[in-house]
């Protein structure tokens, strides 16, 4: 399949503020968990908080 569209990852970002796990949001996308899984390790933003500390840092590059 082609590179992930925008609306795949605000789908992704979707399902992960929803509580989803990642069979759940690779169903609500139609794609394979594994992709999912990487999406989510290769595009996310680290923080720079400290332990137990809000993630107010984080964003979606578009």
């Known amino acids: 399949m082609a590179q992930m569209t925008i609306v795949e990852r605000e789908g992704i970002e979707d399902g992960l503020k929803r509580g989803w796990t ?28 400290g332990f137990k500390e809000t993630n107010s840092t984080c964003q979606v590059v578009r």
Not at 23 to 34: G, S
Not at 37 to 47: G, H, M
Request: no cysteine.
């Open 22 to 49: 990642i069979p759940e949001i690779a169903a609500y996308v139609k794609r394979p968990p594994q992709t999912i899984t990487n999406e989510i390790k290769n595009r996310r933003v680290d923080s720079n908080k």
